[in-house]
């Protein structure tokens, strides 16, 4: 049975920085996909960040140049490093990895950006 257990979420002041991490257990089929999306109170969960099997990377508009995200194979895990947060950066945030065949995603971490 896969499973995406997260750690790191937590309240942090504006500015501020914290690391998201994400490891997969489980997992016996190739991954595609591995991403970080969030969703704020009142909206549409939307994606943050993604990273392919090639190390390419895309960020949403609103975190390029703040966030990073990373795999580790060897460890199977993926991380999201966010410097300089914003209250608007404040959701729950979500890691996912794609197969094939199919989707999983981790049980959401909460991130709040607050004075």
């Known amino acids: 049975q896969v499973q995406l257990v997260e750690s790191g979420g937590g309240l942090v002041q504006p500015g501020g920085s914290l690391n998201l991490s994400c490891k997969v257990f489980g997992m016996f089929s190739r991954v595609s996909v591995r991403a970080w999306y969030r969703q704020a109170p009142g909206k549409e969960r939307e994606l943050v960040a993604r990273i392919s099997n090639g190390k390419n990377t895309d960020y949403a508009d609103s975190v390029k140049g703040r966030f990073t995200i990373t795999r580790d194979t060897a460890d199977n895990t993926m991380h999201l490093q966010m410097n300089s947060l914003k209250p608007e950066d404040t959701a729950i945030y979500y890691c996912?990895?794609?197969?094939?065949?199919?989707?999983?995603w981790g049980q959401g971490s909460q991130v709040t950006v607050s004075s």
């Open positions: 996912y990895v794609r197969t094939v065949m199919d989707q999983f």
